[in-house]
């Protein structure tokens, strides 16, 4: 059985969670005392601020949800999931957020592979509809357990869990058979790695890092535009960055034959698009994708005939789109 124990957050640098809190932060933070416009400051002076980022751009070491419920102290217990290990509570009207710290952090974006934040983004979403939690919460931003605007519990709950003690909870098969939901967590940015990516590879040799860069942004933002819920800029471009960096790093250059290989193997399995409707939507964007690189290939002196080959269009579209 847990105990669930009120704490004095002025307090937090003598109790081990909190102060656990303050050492996993980001050296810079974002922290705002209105939810309405957030400023970058060190973490030390981050800390005095009502909201915080609790996790790195690029590194997960916490889950926070959102539950909007006046009993929302309790979700954890009358669902029979694992008590998180901080709860932050609203004084007027009870509704909480949730932080879970993980025993691994999941690195999101500096690694090719994505099945780690895949999985990340399986047990965040079915934990959420387990808690009852906010479907759009981003998670960005957290009521501060080391602030006196809060009510701040600690559970008495182990010092972290990894992702599979977590996912013993809960039903993962649902999420797991399919992309991760485009306006769920972080299975937008499952999506959006995925599709910049994709979109770099064939090109990463042609560009340089700057140019690189510059496309994939502008991608990035396009794609971006897609969901209910946008990603917020800070971490749409954590996301670009990274996968910059791997395209112009050594080992790109195995990884990107492996990836052509498997282009290759899909377009062959897969075959034409059967929906009309969709496959001209589908050519729609990917269009207005080679024009950005089109754009952006010109700028560093490719021929039209270059960058007809490179982007499987003809030299006379070429020349109109840049005309």
Known sequence: MYAIKQIDPTDWQSVSTLAQFYTDLATKPYCTNDKGFSHIRTKSHAIKHAYIQPNHPEIIKWLVFDIDDPQALFAFHDNDLPPPQVIIKNPENGHAHYAYRLTKPVDKWRKASTKPVEYLASVQKALRLALGADKGY??????????????????????????????????????????????????????????????????????????????????????????????????????????????????????????????????????????????????????????????????????????????????????????
């Open 138 to 323: 981003s998670g960005n931003l957290v009521k501060n357990p080391c602030h006196n605007s809060h009510e701040v519990y600690i559970t008495g709950a182990k010092p972290s869990y990894t992702l599979a003690e977590l996912a013993d909870y809960l039903d993962l098969k649902p999420y797991q058979q399919a992309e991760p939901a485009n306006d769920e967590g972080y299975g937008r940015n499952v999506n959006v790695f995925n599709h910049v990516r994709h979109q770099a590879y064939p090109i990463a040799q042609d560009l340089n890092y700057s140019g690189l860069e510059r496309v994939l942004t502008a991608i990035a933002e396009e794609f971006n535009q897609r969901f209910d819920i946008p990603l917020l800029h800070n971490e749409l471009k954590h996301i670009v960055k990274s996968i910059t960096k791997f395209c112009k790093s050594p080992q790109f250059g195995a990884y990107s034959a492996k990836f052509k290989e498997k282009q290759r193997e899909d377009g062959r399995i897969g075959g034409k698009a059967s929906n009309s409707s969709n496959g001209g939507k589908a050519r729609s964007e990917k269009y207005a994708e080679k024009r950005v690189i089109a754009c952006e290939m010109r700028k560093q002196g490719a021929s039209y005939n270059e960058i007809a080959s490179k982007l499987c269009i003809s030299k006379r579209t070429a020349i109109n789109w840049l005309a």
